[in-house]
């Protein structure tokens, strides 16, 4: 992949934001244009993720934005992406204040056909928790590059590109192939370079209107920062789907990973891990939606050169709409990070497992303005580290509001 083009793609949005401020929300012909703009106040009680001595700050957040896409109705192929901008301003902790942007493209063949096709291009600059994510994301290929802990406040360059293709062999039968390339390139000199690739075959088999079967088989390479250590995986899983209602689906996926480490100097380090995969869709009644998902798997740590983590990632949402204007949503995301091989801290060698638990609340309300909402949220992390001193609690509280089309 190359970057220079990637970044091409995206520098054409970071003057989307200018439009949003306009309000601007056209569809003309065969375009949908729809702006967004969001400012809110938060107060942040540990700016730096400290678990002793934490300093707390009142900063402003503005977001803005774009999104784009042809009309689905007009032709088999269409264009969509958009681009994003974020401002963290703190009122103490000047050193602490940030911009994230991006922008992203996915061309898709055929929607709604036996065959369809997807392309997708991405780059963005965070520095901070990846809140905005992948404006263009590939669907269907369930992950590319994920980060440990060790880089969650730390401003990085995220480039990504990939391609899709599924295809419908029967009323019962389809085939999905992907692959995604992912680059993270670390703005400090301490953290390392990560850069890696992932395919994908899933075989989808319906055995009833309501039961199906599936095989998933998934090969990846990673490098670490050019010379250092790099990685293969090798991964195959089979399991069941459920459709109990129209409002109810569940995925469940078992099998085994092969993880392969080439170290510089040394031997390769082979290992065999159990694989699963999980998600779950409920309309549990006209006014609650619940869904739920987790994945674990390898890869190599971004702050250790001869490391690597077998991770666990899961996630579950709640959505209640309490009135026709006010609508309140919890989300709370788990995510393990076992260090393979014992770390350096503190000039001693430790083994290092962290957990992270992350609660976000929200409550969101439309007066009776069009396109405009009004919201508060609390959100919560907390970090438990078999090294204590890697520990700490974070509690922010935010409120504003946001116009989008």
Same mark, same amino acid.
């Given at each position: 992949?190359?970057?220079?083009?990637?970044?091409?793609?995206?520098?054409?949005?970071?003057?989307?934001?200018?439009?949003?401020?306009?309000?601007?929300?056209?569809?003309?012909?065969?375009?949908?244009?729809?702006?967004?703009?969001?400012?809110?106040?938060?107060?942040?009680?540990?700016?730096?993720?400290?678990?002793?001595?934490?300093?707390?700050?009142?900063?402003?957040?503005?977001?803005?934005?774009?999104?784009?896409?042809?009309?689905?109705?007009?032709?088999?192929?269409?264009?969509?992406?958009?681009?994003?901008?974020?401002?963290?301003?703190?009122?103490?902790?000047?050193?602490?204040?940030?911009?994230?942007?991006?922008?992203?493209?996915?061309?898709?063949?055929?929607?709604?056909?036996?065959?369809?096709?997807?392309?997708?291009?991405?780059?963005?600059?965070?520095?901070?928790?990846?809140?905005?994510?992948?404006?263009?994301?590939?669907?269907?290929?369930?992950?590319?590059?994920?980060?440990?802990?060790?880089?969650?406040?730390?401003?990085?360059?995220?480039?990504?590109?990939?391609?899709?293709?599924?295809?419908?062999?029967?009323?019962?039968?389809?085939?999905?192939?992907?692959?995604?390339?992912?680059?993270?390139?670390?703005?400090?000199?301490?953290?390392?370079?990560?850069?890696?690739?992932?395919?994908?075959?899933?075989?989808?088999?319906?055995?009833?209107?309501?039961?199906?079967?599936?095989?998933?088989?998934?090969?990846?390479?990673?490098?670490?920062?050019? #010379?250092?250590?790099?990685? *293969?995986?090798?991964?195959?899983?089979?399991? !069941?789907?459920?459709? &109990? +209602? @129209? =409002?109810? $689906?569940?995925?469940?996926?078992?099998?085994?990973?092969?993880?392969?480490?080439?170290?510089?100097?040394? #031997?390769?380090?082979?290992? *065999?891990?159990?694989?699963?995969?999980?998600? !779950?869709?409920?309309? &549990? +009644? @006209? =006014?609650? $939606?619940?869904?739920?998902?987790?994945?674990?798997?390898?890869?190599?740590?971004?702050?250790?050169?001869?490391?690597?983590?077998?991770?666990?990632?899961?996630?579950?949402?709640?959505?209640?709409?309490?009135?026709?204007?006010?609508?309140?949503?919890?989300?709370?995301?788990?995510?393990?990070?076992?260090?393979?091989?014992?770390?350096?801290?503190?000039?001693?060698?430790?083994?290092?497992?962290?957990?992270?638990?992350?609660?976000?609340?929200?409550?969101?309300?439309?007066?009776?303005?069009?396109?405009?909402?009004?919201?508060?949220?609390?959100?919560?992390?907390?970090?438990?580290?078999?090294?204590?001193?890697?520990?700490?609690?974070?509690?922010?509280?935010?409120?504003?509001?946001?116009?989008?089309?």
């Amino acid at each position: 992949m190359n970057r220079v083009l990637t970044t091409l793609f995206a520098s054409s949005f970071l003057a989307c934001p200018v439009l949003a401020q306009l309000r601007l929300a056209e569809q003309s012909g065969d375009w949908n244009v729809r702006p967004y703009a969001e400012a809110a106040v938060a107060y942040d009680d540990n700016v730096y993720r400290a678990g002793a001595n934490e300093v707390d700050d009142t900063l402003f957040d503005l977001k803005a934005g774009l999104l784009f896409r042809t009309s689905a109705d007009q032709a088999a192929l269409n264009l969509s992406g958009g681009g994003l901008y974020n401002r963290r301003e703190y009122m103490d902790e000047d050193d602490r204040s940030n911009d994230t942007y991006g922008g992203g493209l996915s061309l898709d063949y055929g929607m709604g056909e036996v065959t369809e096709a997807q392309a997708v291009a991405g780059y963005r600059l965070v520095e901070d928790d990846d809140a905005l994510g992948s404006v263009t994301p590939l669907r269907g290929v369930e992950r590319g590059l994920n980060q440990d802990i060790d880089s969650s406040s730390t401003e990085r360059e995220i480039y990504e590109g990939g391609l899709a293709l599924k295809r419908e062999l029967s009323d019962r039968t389809q085939v999905l192939l992907g692959g995604l390339y992912t680059a993270v390139d670390y703005d400090n000199p301490a953290s390392l370079d990560l850069e890696g690739w992932v395919a994908q075959a899933l075989v989808d088999h319906g055995l009833t209107d309501k039961i199906g079967v599936f095989g998933l088989a998934r090969a990846g390479s990673q490098e670490q920062d050019g #010379d250092n250590q790099s990685a *293969d995986s090798l991964t195959g899983q089979i399991g !069941l789907s459920f459709t &109990a +209602t @129209d =409002k109810t $689906t569940l995925r469940i996926g078992a099998g085994a990973e092969n993880y392969n480490r080439s170290l510089p100097g040394m #031997d390769d380090v082979d290992t *065999d891990n159990f694989s699963f995969s999980l998600s !779950l869709n409920w309309q &549990a +009644t @006209d =006014k609650l $939606t619940i869904s739920a998902g987790g994945y674990n798997g390898s890869q190599l740590s971004s702050a250790f050169t001869d490391n690597a983590v077998e991770f666990i990632n899961a996630f579950v949402n709640a959505g209640y709409a309490l009135s026709e204007s006010i609508d309140i949503s919890l989300r709370g995301v788990y995510r393990q990070d076992d260090y393979v091989e014992p770390v350096s801290q503190g000039g001693l060698s430790a083994d290092r497992e962290d957990d992270r638990i992350q609660v976000i609340a929200r409550v969101d309300y439309r007066p009776p303005v069009d396109n405009l909402k009004v919201f508060a949220q609390v959100a919560t992390e907390d970090v438990d580290s078999s090294i204590d001193v890697i520990d700490y609690t974070r509690t922010t509280v935010s409120a504003g509001l946001g116009l989008a089309y």
